[in-house]
């Protein structure tokens, strides 16, 4: 079955860096963009970040610089390097595959950033 998997989050000082992974499962990985929300205490989700198919990416701006999206073909899984962290990046992160009519999400894992 479908199964989009997080990993790497957890908690971390202002202004440093993590790394979240998403691995795929389940279907033909190469063929969906990928893309990541996240979802703030008392927000609504938004979007981070997007790689198409051919490995072109793009930002919500307040993201650009900061964070960098990318994928490995061959692993099925994609990334997000987060750097320069600050507390109202505190969020729930999300992966989510997309192609004409499908649409997978997964479970999510916690980013906290704090002193």
């Known amino acids: 079955q479908v199964q989009l998997v997080e990993s790497g989050g957890g908690l971390v000082q202002p202004g440093g860096s993590l790394r979240l992974s998403c691995a795929a499962s389940?279907?033909?990985?190469?063929?969906?963009?990928m893309r990541w929300y996240r979802q703030a205490p008392g927000k609504q989700r938004e979007f981070v970040a997007i790689v198409t198919t051919s490995g072109i990416t793009d930002y919500k701006d307040s993201f650009e610089g900061r964070f960098t999206i990318s994928r490995d073909n061959a692993k099925n899984t994609i990334y997000l390097q987060m750097n320069s962290l600050k507390a109202e990046d505190t969020a729930v992160y999300y992966c989510?595959?997309?192609?004409?009519?499908?649409?997978?999400w997964g479970q999510g894992i916690q980013v906290t950033v704090s002193s």
């Open positions: 989510n595959a997309g192609r004409a009519g499908n649409n997978y």
């Open positions: 389940g279907f033909s990985f190469s063929s969906y963009i």
